[in-house]
């Protein structure tokens, strides 16, 4: 097992509030965004890889629990890690932290699927990059109630 890696550092902007004062949940599912590109970037799947091998990632779940508010100000940081991978699709967590605090603000679980771009159908992972991320698996405690 491994820990979860830093994948996005950032700060949250004045503009990123809405009407409630805090950070709106679309610019929490973007800066997860960004730590998911990172992430796929330590196994070798960069969208330079994907653009010259015709190939794609495509979010089919994703289940995001708001924990702390972020506002203007707050120093962001996402932290990363696989829950499991196979031939085609692969399932990750991505942790966002308040640096200043320490506290996680949010938690996301994402499933994604690899995509042939060309004819639009689910592709498999090759499996060197599948071995990479297997490096990366983490055991996640997302401390759901039951």
Known sequence: MSDLVTTYIGVVYPWHHD???????????????GGTWNLFA????????MKNNDRGMAAVQMNI???REMTSGDLVEVRS???????????FVHEM?????????????????????????????PQEN?????????EYDFGRRS
């Open 130 to 138: 599948l071995e990479r991320a297997k490096e990366l698996i983490v």
């Open 65 to 67: 629990s708001y924990r």
């Open 19 to 33: 009407q409630m004062g805090h950070m709106n949940v679309q610019h929490y599912v973007g800066m997860f965004d």
């Open 42 to 49: 330590q196994v070798g799947l960069t969208s330079e890889w």
């Open 97 to 125: 932290i308040n640096r200043q605090t320490g506290d996680v603000a949010a938690v996301a679980e994402i499933t994604g699927v690899m995509l042939d771009s060309v004819k639009r159908k689910s592709a498999l992972i």
């Open 81 to 91: 890690g696989f829950l499991n991978v196979s031939e085609r699709k692969v399932m």
